[in-house]
């Protein structure tokens, strides 16, 4: 059973930044394409990043510049870097195997002065 642990999220200032964390069991980690992705109050969830088993990575094109994604094979854990934090970065962010549909309780973001 699959099972997503995602961290790292809270409530910061404009400008400042943050990395998320997700430690994944369950699956065979290094072989499997990973994902971030968010949901906005109000908003659907969105993409914004995917990374391979092997690190080939790409990004939805407006999230090019301040989001960076990685992983560790070795701590079965993926991150995503968020520099400049705006409000509207405000979300939930979740981690997930690529085209999985069923998803992990997130970890919040709130970007606000």
């Known amino acids: 059973q699959v099972q997503l642990v995602e961290s790292g999220g809270g409530l910061v200032q404009p400008g400042e930044s943050l990395t998320l964390s997700c430690v994944v069991s369950?699956?065979?980690?290094?072989?499997?394409?990973m994902g971030w992705y968010r949901q906005a109050p109000g908003k659907k969830r969105e993409f914004i990043a995917g990374?391979?088993?092997?690190?080939?990575?790409n990004y939805v094109d407006s999230f090019k510049g301040r989001f960076t994604i990685s992983r560790d094979n070795a701590k079965n854990t993926v991150y995503l870097q968020i520099n400049d934090l705006r409000p509207d970065d405000t979300a939930v962010y979740y981690c997930?195997?690529?085209?999985?549909?069923?998803w992990g309780q997130g970890t919040q973001v709130t970007v606000s002065s």
């Open positions: 990374i391979t088993g092997g690190s080939v990575i």
């Open positions: 369950g699956i065979d980690f290094s072989r499997t394409a």
């Open positions: 997930n195997q690529v085209g999985r549909t069923s």
